[in-house]
């Protein structure tokens, strides 16, 4: 079960709650290039960024948005467009996912 699409709730693995993963308040898409690569700028309290993303990373930001930061079904639809297995897919979407969160570009907030 991965970490990004499902969080434990008290511990218990009989608990799950969905989440969604969103950008970060003051994280946005400025522009994308004619690569493909995403340039994200970030406005926080302690100062302003930009961040550039590769075209796998622009295609995974695309896709998150698209199905409102739900990585399951961000997943399968990067698996569709690779030719590869979901589960493949999903784990480059997880390790990617985490990497933003570390940056500070992306959220995991409880699902509506």
């Avoid at 946005?28 to 340039?39: I, K, N, S």
């Avoid at 075209?55 to 896709?63: D, S």
Wanted: some cysteine; charged content about 25%.
């Amino acid at each position: 079960m991965s970490s990004i699409g499902w969080c434990r709730h008290f511990s218990d693995p009989a608990l799950e709650v969905a989440v969604r993963v969103r950008p970060t308040p003051g994280v946005v898409a400025a522009a994308v290039d004619a690569d493909g690569c995403l340039e994200l700028r970030a406005d926080y309290v302690a100062g302003s960024g930009r961040f550039r993303c590769g075209p796998v990373g622009t295609a995974m930001w695309i896709v998150l948005r698209r199905h409102d930061g739900d990585a399951g079904i961000a997943a399968d639809t990067l698996a569709k467009l690779w030719n590869t297995a979901p589960e493949n897919a999903r784990a480059d979407l997880d390790i990617w996912v985490e990497e933003m969160r570390d940056a500070g570009l992306l959220c995991v907030q409880p699902a509506p």
